[in-house]
């Protein structure tokens, strides 16, 4: 692992709580993407972006979702008033956005609505 | 259709199988190609990129035919520790959104 580092691992959210994941790209990687995965299923693409830029947010719910990445710190990817259906592994992935590159995954955050 | 699609499997073989999975896609703008493994409640890991001309990592071969917009990986003398899910991934250039698209996954366990 190239060093993505996402915090909380887990978090644990009560229903209309808000729930603010973090993600540290690897250094120098100015790209990001954030991806869900619910149980038992595959990554579902949310959104793509560049320091300071949202390049594509066409994954990500039209409500209570927000993503941003400034220039400095990390990304966060925020979710207001939490539902149950919200409960799933959420991963970050950094790149250096060149064609070729790959991308490297952090640890995720699982993240349960109770 | 999905943008990429694979066999979900489960693939069970024994160890020792040489195991295929297949992967197709449908943007013919997608530019680039990876092979991914995920162990259970794991992040994905790359496994390897996928060239052109077919590239080779020990027991792993991957092959991209480019015309028929498909994606192979082929596991030779599998090990108990190959068992995982493989996600065939691919990149696509749209203006300047280059994200990574996601097969399901091919889920593989490999018996002793």
């Known amino acids: 692992n190239a060093g993505v580092m996402q915090n909380p691992r887990h978090l644990v959210r009560r229903r209309g709580q808000e729930a603010r994941l973090r993600c540290s790209p690897v250094?120098?990687?100015?790209?990001v993407y954030w991806y869900r995965q619910l149980p038992e299923e595959g990554l579902k693409f949310m959104v793509y972006?560049?320091?300071?830029?949202?390049?594509?947010e066409s994954g990500m719910p039209k409500e209570r979702f927000s993503a941003e990445f400034p220039k400095e710190g990390p990304s966060i990817l925020r979710i207001q008033q939490v539902v149950r259906g919200d409960s799933a592994a959420y991963f970050c992935a950094s790149s250096t956005g060149a064609d070729w590159a790959e991308a490297f995954f952090g640890q995720g955050t699982r993240l349960t609505v109770v | 259709r999905k943008e990429v699609e694979q066999d979900p499997g489960p693939f069970n073989v024994p160890e020792g199988a040489t195991v295929a999975f297949n992967c197709t896609y449908s943007n013919s703008a997608s530019q680039s190609f990876f092979w991914y493994r995920q162990d259970c409640r794991k992040e994905p890991k790359l496994l390897m990129s996928?060239?052109?001309s077919g590239n080779e990592d020990g027991r792993f071969t991957a092959q991209l035919n480019r015309a028929s917009q498909y994606i192979s990986l082929l596991i030779r003398d599998s090990k108990l520790s190959d068992s995982a899910t493989y996600l065939c991934v691919v990149k696509a250039s749209s203006g300047s959104a280059r994200q990574l698209t996601f097969g399901s996954g091919t889920q593989l366990t490999v018996l002793p």
């Open positions: 996928v060239y052109s």
């Open positions: 972006l560049q320091k300071e830029n949202i390049i594509d």
């Open positions: 250094k120098g990687h100015s790209h």
